[in-house]
């Protein structure tokens, strides 16, 4: 086993980007819940955001969803979340809630409505340049519900214009993160499905282009960790989405539905060299169900013991039992790390650096959940409006 204080000292490094939506009413396409005591505005999902930072110490960013996190003044909103402990993450751009993207964004066959969505992008640069932010993600529901919809080939050709003139647009300091879906909302082509579609435009676009995995968009059965392990090598992993699934793209907490994989994720960024800050990793998920900030102080720890398991791995014993051909010694050096109970050593980590040991009773305990209900009256609360 790796070294406990090695694996400490690894952790302390690690942050979580939490995302303002799941701090908003969130729902399926049947129906949003509202929840009492819910953000109203971008500062109160801000607010949120710094109790879960708080109490887990490695949540110290938080990103935007543009238009739903639209205000005045960003840099102003900057300021607000520095005051809070905090900063503003990844600008993910939003051009998939508008009646004119009907038949795609980017993509779509009308120049105009092309036109629109990009001058949308470019916007969302705008707004990272105020916000200091370094990444812009871009998830596109372009795609067709039926064959001969529409040209395939020329909607690639649609999606590369786009995604260089924003790529021209970026500072030195800034990335675009493409993210892929296998399918919803469009269901017989997507025109970024894969992680192969996404690698070859940022291939094409350089350095700054960057494939952003969300584990929640693949087909049931796939590997992801090999995708990891592939991007990670060819220098092209900008970071994750995190969320769990049991059938598509449930967005349900991080490491709920399977842990182990979340492990085989992690012990292959570990393994990787992607244990740096070049690899943002970012919650993507919505709590429908259940309350919203303890969801997400719970999401936050389990991707910390999911990175504290791959930390553990013995990777020399596991480096000879490999060269040796020994199949069952090399797996099971992997099932011991998975299988060690990391929760005490978390809380070590936690209380060495001034925290509580239990981050979910700390924040029960709080009174923050109680507060937030009898504060937050009236208004229109934040959702996500499916
Ligand atoms: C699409 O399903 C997605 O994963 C993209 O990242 C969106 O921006 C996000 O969900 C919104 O929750
Ligand atoms: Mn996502």
């Known amino acids: 086993m790796t070294a406990p204080s090695a694996v400490k000292a690894a952790l302390t490094t690690q942050s979580i980007e939490t995302p303002s939506w799941a701090y908003g009413n969130s729902g399926t396409r ?31 960013t938080v990103a935007l969803h543009i238009p739903w996190d639209t205000v005045d003044d960003y840099a102003d909103l900057a300021a607000y979340a520095g005051d809070l402990g905090l900063r503003l993450g990844a600008i993910n751009a939003n051009v998939f809630q508008d009646d004119d993207y009907k038949l795609g964004s980017v993509t779509h066959p ?7 969505a990009l001058d949308h992008l470019l916007t969302c640069v705008d707004i990272m340049d ?19 919809q ?29 993210e892929y879906k296998l399918f919803e909302p469009a269901f017989y082509t997507t025109d ?11 291939l094409k676009l350089g350095e700054k282009a960057q494939v952003v995995v969300d584990t929640g968009h693949h087909a049931p059965g796939t590997n992801i960790e090999f995708i990891v392990a592939l991007l990670l090598r060819e220098g092209k992993l900008g970071g994750f989405d995190f969320n769990s699934r049991f059938y598509a793209d449930d967005d349900l907490m991080v490491g709920a539905a399977d842990p182990f994989q979340l492990f085989r994720i992690m012990y292959e960024v570990v393994r990787g060299g992607g244990f740096t800050s070049e690899v943002a990793f970012m919650l993507d998920q919505c ?34 039992a490999q060269s040796a051909g020994d199949v069952l010694g090399a797996n099971a050096v992997l099932m011991d790390a998975f299988n060690t109970d990391v929760r005490p050593l978390l809380a070590e980590v936690r209380q060495e650096a001034g925290l509580d040991a239990d981050p979910m009773g700390a924040y029960a305990r709080s009174g923050w959940a109680e507060r ?6 009236g208004g229109q609360q934040a959702g996500w409006g499916a």
């Not at 049947?30 to 708080?54: N, S, Y």
């Not at 990444?135 to 064959?147: A, I, Q, R, V």
């Open 30 to 60: 049947f129906k949003v819940f509202a929840q009492q005591g819910v953000p109203r505005t971008p500062q109160e999902k801000l607010q949120d955001a710094a109790q879960v930072h708080r109490y887990t110490g490695v949540a110290p």
């Open 110 to 116: 009308d120049a105009a409505v092309r036109r629109k």
């Open 192 to 202: 970024v499905p894969d992680w192969g579609t996404a690698y070859a435009h940022c």
């Open 372 to 377: 937030i209900v009898t504060d937050r009256q």
């Open 130 to 148: 105020a916000t200091g932010s370094r990444d812009l993600k871009l998830w596109f529901s372009d795609g067709t519900n039926y064959p001969g």
């Open 287 to 320: 709590h429908n169900i259940e309350p919203k900030i303890p969801a997400i102080i719970r999401s936050v720890m389990n991707v910390q013991e999911a990175t504290a398991k791959a930390l553990l791995v013995d990777r020399d014993a596991l480096a000879a």
């Open 150 to 178: 529409d040209d395939i080939r020329a909607r690639q050709d649609r999606l590369a214009e786009a995604l260089a003139a924003v790529y021209e647009r970026l500072g030195e300091d800034q990335r675009m993160l493409l």
